[in-house]
């Protein structure tokens, strides 16, 4: 009996050093994707411009260019509306067929997941009160940071490779940027640090009271998230992105939801 059970002790260690990978949903190409006659998209809907709510529906520049995608495969969109630092373990788990999400394409997420081409510029941008004597991203050192939870500007303030020059004393992390620009206002934390159409959204909202600084903390490129190894999925959804820059049409639709900025 202690034999056996030695083999089985043996045969659970080995079974729990099998990659996650192995243990995954197959990677969906484009003809699993028409057969199930849906494009399952996560995103994040506290993301405005990109990604936010109207009502009841969830609106903006990635569900514009999602629903390209899903017309291209000649399926239904469906959305799903999810805490930001779910969305990839959605796209392993197979629950989400592509992330659009305002998501940077950075180096660390591309060991997870394939990412389409790049359709946006961004920047991180910096948040502060007002009256703030922070006016510099350097002013960031040995200060309270709210960022939203899994972002880039998360990644960026916690800097554990060391390899940022700024150095903050506290990094406070929220699910939404409008949280963490409440603690703002409430003097909880003295700025935040969150994507820059976005950051302007929420200045716009409260201009008497912040306000966004000039200087950028980072350049990045947001793309499209698919699960790894999704090699014909990846080459449509370029196709998709490739055939809309061709055509003016992603111009038009960043500028239908940025004209006023």
């Known amino acids: 009996m202690k034999t056996g059970k ?3 002790a043996f045969l659970l260690a080995v079974s729990m050093m099998v990659p996650m990978s192995a243990c995954g949903s197959k990677v969906k190409t484009p003809e699993d994707i028409q057969n199930a ?5 996560a995103t994040n809907a506290e993301f405005e411009p990109f990604e936010y709510k109207d009502g009841d529906e969830v609106v903006g ?3 514009e260019i ?3 995608i899903a017309d291209k495969l000649g399926v239904e969109l469906e959305v799903s509306d999810i805490a930001f630092d779910t969305l990839i373990t959605a796209l392993q788990s197979g629950k989400a067929d592509i992330v659009a999400a305002g998501m940077t394409a950075s180096e660390d997420r591309k ?3 394939d990412f389409s081409d790049p359709y946006f510029d961004a920047s991180q941008a910096i948040i502060v009160t007002n009256d703030s004597d922070i006016t510099s991203r ?11 939870l899994g972002t880039t500007g998360d990644q960026y303030c916690t800097n554990e490779d060391g390899e940022n020059d700024i150095s903050v004393a506290e990094v ?6 409008m949280e963490a620009v409440s603690d703002l206002l409430a003097g909880r934390i003295d700025a935040v640090v969150i994507d820059d159409f976005p950051a302007e ?3 716009e909202k409260n201009s008497d009271k912040i306000k966004k600084l000039d200087e950028a903390l980072t350049s990045e490129e947001y793309a499209i998230a698919m699960p790894k190894g999704s090699t014909e999925l990846q080459k449509l959804v370029n196709e998709v992105l490739q055939e809309m820059k061709d055509s003016g049409e992603m111009d038009e639709i960043v500028s239908k939801y940025i004209s006023a900025e």
């Open 172 to 177: 406070k992390r929220y699910s939404k940027g």
């Open 37 to 41: 006659g849906t494009l399952h998209m």
């Open 6 to 8: 030695k083999i089985l």
């Open 201 to 203: 959204k929420l200045v």
């Open 138 to 148: 350097t002013d960031l050192n040995g200060k309270t940071v709210g960022v939203q």
């Open 111 to 113: 060991k997870n997941v």
């Open 66 to 68: 999602s629903q390209k």
């Open 61 to 63: 520049i990635d569900i």
